[in-house]
């Protein structure tokens, strides 16, 4: 059982670039989202998604764009690379939003932006 | 605002010690409150609370709610060093009929030998 998969673990980016965060979970959960680390700021919610084609805004989602085409993917976009962008990248995804369920979490996305 | 405390941000015991970890809430829709460790990369899972006064148990960690006062406590006995690591207290939002997780900055734990 995979759980929540993300790729790629470390990604360098020039300022600028564009890529894409990929997130894939086998669990058949309705909701995912997205987070990000920075040091002294805890885990802060980028995007979410409550269902395939249902996506909404977390507490930073400037500069960031995402998608859910089906229950298993939840990719998130970088349009266009700054260096506030560095940070670690955290997927999750929960059975539904509407129950008493625990988070699971992806390894995680290390990303550097120069 | 919507917002989750943790205190203290960081701790360094020695092993054997016991510890006691922070989470105050102040949250419009409150539906639990979850607590995770993380070591060197993503957080697992904990505990899950969502009545007061109901302990929850696993081994050396327990973990209390209230819900009147608006915390939550994580007690770790006869700590290890496999115990360092970060420990987050989330709680769950459900606002509408979404349900999403507010962190606080979490608890550096160092336990040293």
């Known amino acids: 059982n995979a759980g929540v998969t993300q790729t790629p673990k470390f990604q360098v980016l020039k300022t600028g670039q564009s890529m894409t965060l990929q997130c894939a979970q086998d669990m058949n959960h309705e909701y995912m989202s997205w987070y990000r680390q920075d040091p002294g700021m805890g885990l802060r919610l980028i995007h979410y998604?409550?269902?395939?084609?249902?996506?909404d805004q977390g507490e930073v989602p400037n500069g960031y764009n995402v998608s859910r085409s089906t229950t298993e993917d939840f990719p998130l976009r970088l349009l266009s690379a700054a260096p506030s962008q560095t940070s670690v990248y955290f997927c999750?995804?929960?059975?539904?939003?509407?129950?008493?369920?625990?988070?699971?979490f992806g390894q995680g996305t290390r990303l550097t932006v120069v | 605002e919507d917002k989750v405390v943790q205190s203290p941000l960081s701790l360094v015991v020695h092993e054997g010690d016991t510890v006691t970890l922070n989470c105050s809430y102040e949250?419009?829709?409150?539906?639990?409150l979850l607590w995770y460790k993380q070591e060197k990369k993503a957080p697992t899972f904990l505990f899950m609370l969502t009545s007061s006064g109901i302990e929850k148990k696993s081994g050396r960690l327990s973990s209390i709610l209230d819900k009147k006062e608006l915390f939550s406590i994580l007690n770790i006995t006869a700590t290890q060093t496999g115990d360092s690591a970060i420990y987050l207290c989330?709680?769950?939002?459900?606002?509408?009929?979404?349900?999403?997780?507010?962190f606080g900055k979490g608890t550096k734990l160092s336990v040293k030998p």
């Open positions: 949250v419009t829709n409150f539906r639990s």
């Open positions: 989330a709680v769950e939002d459900y606002g509408g009929s979404q349900g999403n997780l507010i």
């Open positions: 999750a995804s929960s059975y539904s939003p509407a129950a008493n369920t625990e988070a699971f």
């Open positions: 998604s409550v269902g395939a084609g249902i996506t």
